[in-house]
């Protein structure tokens, strides 16, 4: 599980919605604009990404759509000529099954050199963690303990030294 302290919360820039927000101004001296930009302003907040040291989630209305940072195969973001003015992006993180789009990130290219450096830190230490598996006993739980008590009613004389090499051989 990631660590709180260390997840960031994040909604599409208000730059996204430039168009919108644009238009409802403009109608406000017909008494629409007001829900229009109320409209738009509810649509930019139902949005959210929350990005941990282990995963990535785009947070929506009713869905929610998770990336572990290790399953992330493909990275990329893209820019449109207005988008570029205005200093916002797209960022799309691809995976086996599926993906995370996060639209309206602004300075998308420095977000998304902090995402890939993120995930080349948890691939390795994926890596790391397969490398170091526990070893598995050389004999059963308990075995030591046995011989031990064998080896304690051979030396009371309470079996034969026969009998003690026959189930001694059982512990090898």
Known sequence: MSNPEKSIILTPSRKNYFWGYLIGVLLIPLFIGVAVIWFVNKKRNSIRYQ???TSITKIEEETKTELELVNILE??????SFQKLLGIGTIR???????VILVGIEQPASLLNKIDTAIAYQKER??????VKPQKPTHDPGTLEKLDYLTGLWQQGLISDEDYDQEKKKFN
Do not use: P
């Not at 994926?126 to 490398?131: D, N, R």
């Open 51 to 53: 990005i941990t040291d």
């Open 75 to 80: 990275t990329s973001f893209s820019q449109t």
């Open 93 to 99: 993180l691809k995976a086996n099954v599926s993906e």
């Open 126 to 131: 994926f890596k790391a963690s397969e490398k």
